[in-house]
């Protein structure tokens, strides 16, 4: 971003002086007893030029923020079905989740009946004459 050009008007108290507020392109006063300091000043079609620039980067950081928000949820969410599973895990181990008991039971009854068949038809493969 571009510095803007900016001129000083001189403090309020130098109003009273014979050659009233000066206008200045640095800020040549020093501090008054009074409080009152210089005005800062800044050309309209600076302002504009700085006002566009600004909004152009925010944009800018709009666009790459809703970009860090789309790569960032869908590692929230495998995230939160990890704890999940986790959280499911724990409660099969303590036998706190009958559900899970059942189904887990029902897996491991098909598996075992899988595992007789196999051994079945495999003893069957062996012991036929080729």
């Not at 944009?59 to 869908?74: M, V």
């Amino acid at each position: 971003m571009s510095e803007p050009k900016v001129i000083y008007l001189g403090p309020a108290c130098e109003a009273d002086t014979g050659d009233g507020r000066t206008w200045a392109e640095d800020n040549p006063w020093p501090d008054c007893e009074c409080g009152h300091g210089p005005v800062q000043y800044v050309l309209g079609e600076t302002f504009n030029r700085i006002k566009a620039e600004r909004d152009a980067l925010q944009l800018r950081l709009n666009a790459a923020d809703q970009r860090i928000d789309e790569l960032i949820n869908p590692a929230r969410s495998e995230a939160d079905d990890a704890l999940v599973l986790i959280v499911d895990h724990q409660q099969f181990i303590a036998g706190e989740y009958e559900d899970l008991v059942d189904k887990a039971s029902d897996f491991q009854d098909r598996a075992y009946a899988l595992g007789i068949a196999r051994g079945i038809l495999r003893s069957a493969a062996l012991n036929t004459p080729q």
